[in-house]
């Protein structure tokens, strides 16, 4: 590699854990070819959209905003969807000659008032069936032979370096994520277990791992995925998973009978992303933390938690029991019949709690107080 080509690489690696730098890496590879468009791009192939967190360089303002309308007829996704299989540059050229891209809607459309663009060629950065991330240089007309062969020749010295650099910070993000998840569920006294958005396991405390492979209740799949003994309660389990991460607010509780004992209580918690992930990657990453799940036995609950649990969340100690109940699985009716209380008073407790703490549902009281329990030690 030349010197530009080593400092943007460089920059490019400074920048995945500062995404907002992409556009300094590719200024500096642009530099190289100013009248060559460079972009990092990620596009949805099915149905096909473009990602407005896409870079690039040596462009107008408006043209991701313009592209993102016709993204959809791009003669150059051809290419990319030909070779989206394998590490190599591609040359638009070898699928559709620059004379027949003058002809297409999208030419006209997008490519004419650019400086007539009339090729492309690039690399691919990651791949799923459904979404690509390219690094990619759209071609003038007017750019010469050389210039063209000069073009091909650095993306292909600079090529291996951008795929390892893309595939490192996505498994250094995925191992932390991981490592994360982990350290922050062991020391909780209830047994708790974090999927991913495959429904895939990510990590288990000790409790949660006793639970799964004791497997006379719940268990794990072969591919990692909870479900329970019975195939009606593993239909439930599935419905949960998928509506926490539909619509990432807490579901629960959700009550898996057991043969001697009173049911077991799950809540589905979704984990919040981190402030700042990164747009290219974050798309191509698997195993990332996406909801937890708590396992409540109400066999083994210690009923002084209450106390603290008014302490934690500033409620009083009957709202407090109530809260406890509710999040060991039973109704509001159960639950002022257990304490002997009557169901109005009870419905006015939860009022009171939900004001307090500003939630606009029940679901969000169980994954608050799932939370919240979690803490207390036992």
Known sequence: MNRS????????????????????ALEVFG??????????????LEPHRFSLDSVAVNTDEDAFKDYSAVA?????????????????LYQSEEFIPRELVRKTEFFDAYLRPRDRMDAACGFNIFRKPDCIALFS????????????????ESLNRIRPYVQESFRMVRNLIQRTAVAQASSIIEWIGTPVAIFDAQERLVAQNKKAAAIFRAGDVLRLSREG??????????GLIEAAAASVLDGALP???????????????????????????????????????????????????????????????GLTRAEARLAQLLHEGLTVREAAESSSTAYATARNQLSSITRKLNLSRQSELSGLVARTMAKIPR
């Open 5 to 24: 080509e080593l400092e943007a690489v460089q920059k490019l690696y400074e920048a995945h854990f500062d995404p907002s730098s992409y556009a300094a």
């Open 137 to 152: 240089a759209t071609i003038p007309e007017r750019l010469s032979e050389d210039d063209r062969a000069a073009l091909t």
């Open 225 to 234: 995925k909870l479900c329970a003994r019975r195939a009606d309660a593993s």
């Open 31 to 44: 530099d190289l070819f100013p009248d060559v468009r460079i972009l990092i791009q990620v596009e949805e």
């Open 251 to 313: 579901i629960g509780p959700l009550r898996i009978d057991r043969p001697t004992s009173a049911p077991l209580v799950l809540y589905f918690v979704p984990v919040g992303n981190s402030p700042e992930p990164n747009p290219i990657v974050r798309p191509f990453s698997e195993g990332l933390p996406a909801y937890m799940v708590y396992v409540i036995d109400p066999d083994d609950v210690d009923p002084a938690p209450s106390e603290m649990l008014a302490s934690s969340l």
């Open 72 to 88: 959809h007829i791009n003669p150059f996704m051809d290419a990319v969807a030909a070779v989206m299989h394998t590490d190599r």
